[in-house]
């Protein structure tokens, strides 16, 4: 005789593409559930919503610059934040997303950030918090410590954001 899961591969969901860890089992990053532009799936959003909530995700922030299907978080039951990454006075947006990231993750929250790729805005922004909270000690083995665990090389606006998370002022402790 055969033993049944008690929940099916479906029920599971599907694990969002380009998912990494940044704090295991506290803090990851992946590209836009469902993917973005031509290869965006309404299916496969789905299945990926449903992987995050079953991972016991209590928290998704989008820093996509339009908020589409993010109401899409609240039919499945997942919480969500849209945090759009400006295209100017990013260091002040810095210093507000730093600190309300560190505040979730000192409450216990495990939380999903994702832009529609997983590129240099969110790798960049990733980067520039670990530095900024102390978590990495330089510039350089930040953008090399976030490279490798996405495995992907930060361009210019990545960096750019490094850059300017090294001149924030530092966490309170």
């Given at each position: 005789?055969?033993?049944?899961?008690?929940?099916?591969?479906?029920?599971?969901?599907?694990?969002?593409?380009?998912?990494?860890?940044?704090?295991?089992?506290?803090?990851?990053?992946?590209?836009?559930?469902?993917?973005?532009?031509?290869?965006?799936?309404?299916?496969?959003?789905?299945?990926?919503?449903?992987?995050?909530?079953e991972q016991g995700f209590t928290c998704v922030i989008s820093i996509t610059g339009a908020p589409h299907n993010l109401h899409n978080y609240d039919e499945l039951g997942v919480v969500w934040r849209h945090r759009p990454l400006p295209e100017d006075d990013r260091a002040a947006f810095e210093l507000t997303f730093f600190r309300e990231l560190r505040q979730l993750l000192e409450s216990g929250e495990r939380v999903l950030i994702h832009s529609e790729e997983l590129g240099d805005r969110v790798c960049g922004l990733i980067a520039g918090y670990l530095l900024w909270n102390g978590l990495v000690d330089t510039a350089p083995r930040t953008v090399t410590v976030v490279e490798r665990l996405t495995q992907r090389q930060l361009g210019p606006l990545g960096r750019e954001l490094v850059s300017m998370a090294e001149r924030l002022p530092s966490p309170e402790v």
């Open positions: 005789m055969m033993a049944v899961a008690s929940k099916g591969k479906w029920a599971q969901g599907i694990r969002p593409r380009n998912f990494h860890w940044v704090i295991t089992d506290h803090l990851a990053v992946c590209e836009r559930p469902g993917g973005y532009g031509a290869n965006h799936r309404k299916v496969r959003r789905q299945e990926e919503i449903i992987w995050v909530r």
